[in-house]
């Protein structure tokens, strides 16, 4: 085991009880997450994807095979695996800062460095001007970058995003990729995304995972570095034809 | 706006229109003063109570005794309902002690437990209290149960991987995340409690706006009948109003959810 390796999954499946029947969602998962990685799992909808990120996140237990987290098994979710759904669900007790203070406060942090660190992120996701409104004054892309920051306010080991951009425009999302592009360059975090855009994966991700229908499991995995060719400006990506190729490597694969 | 201004001018149309008919069918004779008094006998008698009291007590005594036995009873069910309610939400075991008791006083009519409230407290203030605060209870309790049960299921994903767990998920997410709800079961609660509280007071008591209108009925002064419910109804909007002013300010993310 390396220094840098932060997840370590063995030999796992997930089996969902309904009524009388197991159903399998994931199988035969082997996967090592390092530092610094950003990984984007693309797959047929229902293969399991979420199933994969809610047993890193301690949501659901392993049915068999076994989860790391550095060394550790993972026991339920906790401060160190941040997640973000694709619904913000932002506190709405809560002003956008008290939001993005929520895991320090929680940690017990004393309070001149709980508000330090929301500063931090919210000019970090370039909303330090609306901290104190209440959440659902703002647009769904806004209020995801709170989501987001409210995550990374932990510093979390990692980052589970689950399809944290499905509902947003366009436009919107592309601004979105870019800064969690950004944040993710300058924080070195390590982040572990849903995504069904075979371009969003391509645009973000250092390694891309391509599952199966159900029972999920890994079928393919792409080492990607487009992310570092795009347009810093702009978020925009020259397409060449390695990535036209990639693409429609990764679509026919899925679309099996 | 435009469009809530029509339904208040509805609303206002609606109140005169009935207020019209009482007064024609009452000015006209059309039925006996007995059944249905005018809209002036019922007024004079209600400056006449204001002034000199009914039964020599005065009428401030009575609206208030009543309201003391509702605000009493409706405080001492929201401070045990809402912690009790949102633990049986939250911990089965709790639920397993609780709910069934809840489940089966919930459909009695009030008025067949409160012989049996009498016989062990009397007639005295603590029956009263009791029945209208077992009745305020139940609405109080289900919903904090259900609400606990419905609360979106990543508010409490996110707050655990943001750390927070036991009291802190309790108190800072379970709790806030249920308040609308509990808000709106106060409402119906008070305004359970409310109609309660007329049976009580027809049941025992020498005092209160429900025993005066039962008292007035013994000897057919359908005025003091009338300006009893008429009483009791402006009470009730007004109590409903204060609780929804509140509800405004306090749960400001109400519909937001």
Known sequence: MTADRIIEIKKLAVDYQTDETKLRAVTQIDLSIDKNDFICVLGPSGCGKSTLLNVIAGFIPPSEGSILMQGQPVVGPDWNRGVVFQSASLYPWMSVRQNVEFGPKIKGLPKGQVSEIATHFLKQIHLLDVEDLPPFQLSGGMRQRVALARALANEPAILLLDEPFGALDALTRIHMQQLVRTIWKENKNTIFMITHDVDEALALGTRLLVMSKSPGSIIREFQSDFSYAVDQKTGRLQLDEKYLALREEILNLIDI | ?257
């Open chain 2, 1 to 257: 706006m435009k469009e809530g201004k029509n339904h208040r001018r509805l609303t206002i149309v609606t109140w005169l229109v009935i207020f019209l008919v009482w007064y024609v069918i009452t000015e006209f004779g059309l039925v006996s003063h007995l059944i249905i008094p005018s809209p002036k006998e019922v007024l004079n008698t209600f400056v006449d109570i204001v002034k000199n009291g009914y039964n020599g007590i005065p009428f401030w005594k009575h609206l208030g005794i009543s309201l003391l036995r509702l605000f009493l009873a409706s405080g001492l069910a929201i401070v045990t309902a809402v912690p009790l309610g949102l633990l049986s939400g939250y911990f089965k075991k709790v639920g397993a002690i609780v709910d069934s008791i809840v489940q089966f006083y919930r459909p009695l009519p009030p008025l067949a437990y409160y012989i049996v409230l009498i016989l062990w407290l009397g007639i005295g203030e603590s029956s009263k209290v009791t029945l209208l605060f077992l009745a305020a209870f139940a609405p109080i309790y289900i919903a904090c149960v259900s609400a606990v049960k419905n609360i979106q299921l990543e508010y409490l994903l996110s707050a655990q991987s943001l750390g927070a767990k036991g009291k802190d998920l309790f108190y800072r997410i379970v709790v806030p995340a249920c308040l609308p709800d509990i808000f709106t079961s106060i409402r119906t609660a008070v305004g359970v409690a409310y109609t309660t509280l007329v049976s009580a007071e027809m049941i025992a008591a020498t005092s209160g706006v429900g025993w005066m209108v039962l008292d007035a009925s013994r000897y057919l002064k359908s005025s003091v009948i009338f300006v009893g419910i008429i009483v009791m109804g402006i009470t009730g909007v007004l109590i409903d109003l204060g609780l929804r002013t509140i509800e405004n300010k306090i749960i400001f993310w109400k519909g937001y959810q």
